[in-house]
């Protein structure tokens, strides 16, 4: 058995009216750390910010028409995180809109929600998913 975490291949993507200004809200709100973006004549194409606990997202300026048309502001994503209190202080001190939490969920997690300036919705909480059965696999 591989004792190394296989890499991140599920990867949320979206597109932001203005992704500079969302990627330094996501970094200095939540402490996402920019790896990458790629930009040309003022259009950021692609960046990527990593989460520090491992995975990240995708993102880029919206283009319409363009084949990866996406509606900015309509994003939810759920980030899994040792210390949602942690997140919440950040967003918190950052000027980040607190939706809800920190809170308890009955199903073991503790979570708080908060929306970015574009509108999207992020869910940070304790919950890593259900574990997968051991013999599962992909077809």
């Known amino acids: 058995m591989n004792a190394t975490p296989n890499p991140p291949t599920v990867w949320p993507a979206f597109r932001a009216r203005d992704s500079r200004a969302l990627i330094d809200f996501l970094v200095a709100a939540f402490g996402f750390v920019e790896n990458v973006a790629y930009e040309e004549d003022g259009v950021i194409h692609h960046a990527q910010l990593d989460w520090p606990e491992g995975g990240g997202v995708m ?81």
Do not use: M, Q
């Not at 900015?72 to 950040?90: N, S």
């Open 59 to 139: 993102l880029g300026d919206d283009r319409p028409g363009t084949s990866w048309d996406r509606k900015p502001g309509t994003c939810g994503a759920y980030v899994v995180t040792a210390d949602p209190d942690a997140v919440h202080a950040r967003a918190v001190a950052a000027g980040a809109e607190i939706v809800e939490g920190p809170v308890e969920r009955d199903y073991g997690s503790r979570e708080v929600i908060v929306r970015d300036p574009e509108g999207n919705v992020w869910s940070f909480g304790t919950y890593p998913g259900a574990p997968r059965e051991a013999d599962a696999t992909v077809s």
